[in-house]
């Protein structure tokens, strides 16, 4: 067997809460950047954070350019989203396009940490979409019910938006 090549991924977003395909993010980075031999430090994560290089005010062109210059991403697919059309939009990230790996997740990813809040606030389950930690965390914290302090605010600002 081939000798892997150390590989360090950032990973950034809400994760709230982490969710198993948060965590297969890292899996399918890991296993791409393996087969391609790219060793380093890069930035994971999502089409969908990917998008939001685009939004006015959330980034500074500065620290985008950083990122993707110097370090790299490793950008994972999710249903719903275009990241070939985010960097053709964005003349930094396509000046860079070569430091950016595009990794086709072979699950369909159309869970998201909004849909994870409804189902709890609502009571239902959400067994097997968390890790067992996560789920007992939640439990024991009384997060995300009708009866916590959150009451389901996130989700009404953010209806359709998936993080």
Same mark, same amino acid.
């Given at each position: 067997?081939? #000798?892997?090549?150390? /590989?360090?991924?950032?990973?950034?977003? #809400?994760?709230?809460?982490?969710?198993?395909?948060?965590?297969?993010?890292?899996? /399918?980075?890991?296993?791409?950047?393996?087969?391609? !031999? /790219?060793?380093?430090?890069?930035l994971l994560c999502g089409a969908d954070v990917l998008k939001t290089f685009q939004t006015p005010n959330l980034w500074k062109?500065?620290?985008?350019?950083e990122i993707v210059e110097k370090f790299g991403v490793v950008c994972v697919s999710r249903t719903g989203h275009n990241p070939?059309?985010?960097? #053709?939009? #964005?003349? $930094?990230?396509?000046?860079? @396009?070569?430091?950016?790996?595009?990794?086709?997740?072979?699950? @369909?990813?159309?869970?998201?940490?909004?849909? $994870?809040?409804? !189902?709890?606030? @609502?009571?239902?389950? /959400?067994?097997?979409?968390?890790?067992? !930690?996560?789920?007992?965390?939640?439990?024991?914290?009384?997060?995300?019910?009708?009866?916590?302090?959150?009451?389901?605010?996130?989700?009404?600002?953010?209806?359709?938006?998936?993080?």
């Open positions: 067997m081939k #000798s892997r090549i150390p /590989v360090v991924l950032l990973a950034c977003g #809400s994760f709230n809460p982490i969710t198993n395909m948060h965590l297969r993010l890292f899996e /399918v980075a890991r296993d791409h950047l393996h087969q391609t !031999a /790219v060793p380093e430090l890069k062109d500065a620290h985008i350019q070939k059309e985010y960097i #053709s939009g #964005s003349p $930094i990230l396509r000046r860079y @396009q070569h430091n950016i790996h595009l990794v086709r997740e072979p699950v @369909q990813n159309e869970l998201s940490s909004t849909y $994870i809040r409804r !189902a709890l606030s @609502q009571g239902h389950s /959400v067994k097997y979409l968390l890790p067992d !930690a996560v789920i007992s965390y939640i439990k024991d914290h009384n997060l995300y019910t009708r009866d916590s302090s959150w009451k389901g605010s996130s989700t009404q600002r953010n209806e359709g938006k998936t993080d």
